[in-house]
């Protein structure tokens, strides 16, 4: 009888836990997002131009996506400037969509946003 009771309550503890972390957390405003224009209004929408670049890259992990700083970088369009790279696999192990952000930043405000998806390499 104690074991029955003890499972009980070891399944209801597991049932609420796993109701709080799915309820907790950031929503991601950008999950399920299909096409380049609609996921760069959002973008734009939370990282306006002059807004400083660490928002966001903070704004951008939060999403899901894993960035890195790039200082006076010496390829592609790119060169010379300083920008921070996001980027974002959404979907399967085979079949996913690349997500890529670029915020071009200059004495610390975003002076420019790229976003793309897919094939295309955004910095050469």
Do not use: A
Not at 6 to 16: M, S
């Amino acid at each position: 009888m104690k074991s029955k009771r003890y499972l009980h309550e070891i399944f209801i503890v597991c049932c609420l836990c796993f109701l709080v972390g799915c309820s907790s957390g950031h929503k991601r405003l950008t999950r399920n997002i299909e096409e380049i224009d609609s996921m760069r209004k959002i973008v734009e929408e939370y990282i306006p131009l002059e807004t400083v670049p660490g928002h966001g890259k903070k704004f951008l992990t939060q999403e899901g996506f894993t960035c890195r700083d790039e200082k006076d970088y010496q390829g592609g369009p790119y060169k010379g400037d300083d920008f921070i790279f996001c980027e974002r696999r959404d979907g399967g192990v085979m079949i996913f969509d690349r997500w890529v952000v670029v915020l071009v930043h200059e004495y610390d405000e975003v002076k420019e946003i790229e976003v793309d998806k897919n094939y295309h390499d955004i910095l050469e």
